[in-house]
């Protein structure tokens, strides 16, 4: 979604702006723009430049000219209000003060404040409501009567509702740039004379791994000696600094040809990671120092609701089988979009678990707070460290998966699953499982990353299966029990990056309606491990061959039985049950990569698609 790079320091500011929105394309992204103060005129000079499109074009635009100034800002605009066009991409200039100003998230009461600002004789240019806080910051401008940079924003701010991290830089106060958060991520970045806002630490680490975070309604004037933090209402406030985790060399691309190419290679080393120091073999018990504070509490929840979006749905989904399965503890999963706005039912003894590859999804989060408020302890099962999930919850357990760039989550997924995984296993073992029993899961838990890599090794495989039904349009994903979720995650990959419809559904669904959509050749894709409801799954195959759809079928090797009734079959290692989603997801997610690249798409950067969606 949206990106935002704001530079202050003493360094050229356009090539590290333009370097840093580089840092955010895997975001997603439809416009670019940056602008940057020209000091050598008073007031100084607004240098703005706008393209559609990739940075690339920007660059382009910015061909042969050179700029002045090492204050500046810089945007990727994902276009919500006003279609994809240059007048509506950021920066956003206002007609008076001299104000440039970019933004992410969405000023819900645009129209009336814009309907006001018209009446003072205000003339709008785009269709955002982007440049109708620009402008009411100008409009509040008044450097003569006490109302500076700061204020104004300040100013501007109290009247708005909705959601926002800015930065604003005005060519009357050149050496000042003022950023401010609600609802919507930003840090900044602490450098040796010089200061980074983003909305995203990737466009910080190449240059200083200190940062400060922002709360919901703070305000930061920064210049090149320091800041100072305060509320909308100017109350001064002590901002908290954390050490950025990552680690530049793993963002680049290490060989692959992309992001989630890499991605999805990583999940053994990924999975590792996760892994570590958290299962004690001796004894069975999972070890989550996040969440071992609260470990009574836990055990004796009345009941879980697990809340997220897109595929950290799906891993809740899954979770939702395990928490009731191994450690019979009644859980529900829901779309945190739906789940915020249903009045829901929380009640003491509830533990809502938000889980979240950013740590900053706007329905997941809102979810969450909704959940807080009425009075469920908290938990986070979140990627990115320092994340606004990461420091709302009560306590929480990291995946450690490491930075996720490519737009279609895959290691993140493989990520939760382990990490709920671990989960059910902290409670099932302080309830009601022996500690051999649990011991014995651990154990194959632990050579999951092992047998992924197994997995992997029939991508090339993969690849010929996926490249001889790319012509069809449709397919289906059919999956039982815990394989339900993966099938669900398999029919969103495809559809995120090659642009193939398809469906995700319960095996036994199919005859209730989609089996009409099968006709000669139609790809049907089951997950077909062998699992207590193996028989069944073969029995619905049957039925799609019978109806002359193609049947690809992931299943358990060994299995010879299978092949006598699909047409293709990819085989992963044999596991229990409760863990062959972090295994049968493997062949899913190539056959998306693989569709994607035959069929010629950008696979990291899909049309229409956000990284970490921070708008409703
Ligand atoms: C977007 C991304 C998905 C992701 C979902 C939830 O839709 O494109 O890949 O699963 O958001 O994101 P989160 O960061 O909360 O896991």
Not at 246 to 265: A, N, T
Not at 433 to 443: C, F, I, R, T, V
Request: proline letters at 4%; aromatic letters at 6%; one cysteine or more.
């Amino acid at each position: 979604m949206c990106g935002i790079v704001a530079y202050i320091g003493t360094r050229p500011a356009r090539p590290l702006l333009i370097e840093g929105l580089k840092r955010l394309e895997y975001r997603g992204y439809d416009s670019a723009g940056v602008a940057v103060l020209d000091p050598s005129t008073k007031p100084a000079k607004i240098q703005l430049a706008k393209a559609v499109g990739r940075v690339g074009n920007l660059e382009e635009r910015l061909e042969g000219t050179t700029w002045q100034g090492t204050v500046g800002i810089a945007h990727t605009r994902w276009a919500s209000h006003g279609g994809v066009t240059e007048t509506n991409a950021h920066p956003h200039t206002d007609d008076h003060a001299g104000i440039a100003l970019i933004h992410n998230g969405i000023i819900e009461n645009y129209s009336v404040l814009r309907k006001y600002l018209e009446q003072k004789g205000h003339t709008f240019v785009s269709e955002t409501d982007t440049e109708v806080l620009t402008m009411l910051i100008g409009e509040l401008y008044d450097p003569a009567n006490g109302v500076d940079l700061e204020a104004a924003v300040q100013g501007a701010l109290r009247e708005v509702t909705g959601a926002y991290a800015i930065a604003v830089i005005c060519k009357q106060e050149p050496d000042v740039i003022v950023a401010a958060r609600k609802g919507s991520p930003l840090i900044v970045g602490i450098g040796n004379g010089e200061y980074i806002v983003a909305s995203d630490p990737q466009a910080i680490i190449a240059h200083t791994a200190q940062a400060m975070t922002l709360d919901d309604y703070n305000v930061v004037k920064i210049t090149r000696d320091g800041f100072r933090t305060s509320t909308i209402d100017n109350v001064e406030v002590t901002p908290k600094v954390l050490e950025l985790e990552s680690e530049l060399d793993e963002i680049d691309l290490g060989g692959y040809e992309h992001y989630m190419q890499k991605e999805i290679f990583e999940q053994p080393a990924a999975l590792r990671n996760t892994l570590r120091g958290r299962l004690d073999m001796k004894d069975g018990r999972v070890v989550l120092g996040g969440v071992s504070a609260f470990a009574k509490d836990l055990v004796r929840a009345r009941r879980f609701i697990m809340i997220a979006q897109g595929t950290a749905l799906h891993a809740a989904m899954v979770a939702e089988y395990l928490f009731e399965e191994l450690a019979r503890m009644p859980t529900e999963c829901e779309y945190a979009s739906e789940f915020r706005y249903r009045n829901p039912i929380v009640d003491e003894g509830t533990v809502v678990v938000a889980v979240s590859q950013s740590g900053e999804t706007a329905d997941t989060l809102a979810a969450l707070n909704e959940a807080q408020d009425r009075g469920a302890l908290s938990l986070g099962v979140v990627n990115v460290v320092g994340s606004t999930i990461a420091r709302e919850t009560d306590a929480g357990v990291y995946l450690r998966v490491g930075p996720e760039i490519g737009v279609a989550s895959t290691k993140a997924f493989t990520g939760q699953l382990a990490v709920l995984t671990m989960l059910s296993l902290f409670l099932a073992r302080r309830k009601l499982m022996s500690p051999e029993a649990a011991a014995k899961l651990q154990d194959e838990l632990a050579d999951i990353p092992n047998k992924i890599e197994h997995a992997l090794g029939l991508a090339p495989e993969i690849k010929q299966i996926t490249e001889r039904y790319i012509q069809h349009e449709n397919w289906l994903f059919l999956g039982r029990g815990v394989n339900y979720p993966v099938a669900l995650e398999g029919a969103l990959k495809l559809k995120e990056i090659s642009y193939i419809h398809a469906e995700g559904m319960p095996v036994a669904e199919m005859t209730h309606g989609p089996i009409a959509l099968i006709n000669d050749g139609m790809p049907v894709v089951f997950i077909a491990n062998q699992g207590a409801q193996y028989d069944k799954v073969l029995n619905n195959i049957a039925e799609v061959r019978a109806r002359g759809g193609h049947v690809i079928a992931v299943a358990t090797e060994g299995d010879r039985h299978i092949r006598t009734m699909a047409e293709d079959v990819i085989y992963v290692p044999p596991c229990s049950e409760a863990l062959s989603p972090m295994l049968t997801v493997v062949p899913l997610q190539l056959m998306a990569y693989y569709a994607a690249v035959a069929r010629g798409h950008d696979v990291d950067k899909p049309r229409n698609l956000a990284k970490s969606v921070t708008i409703e």
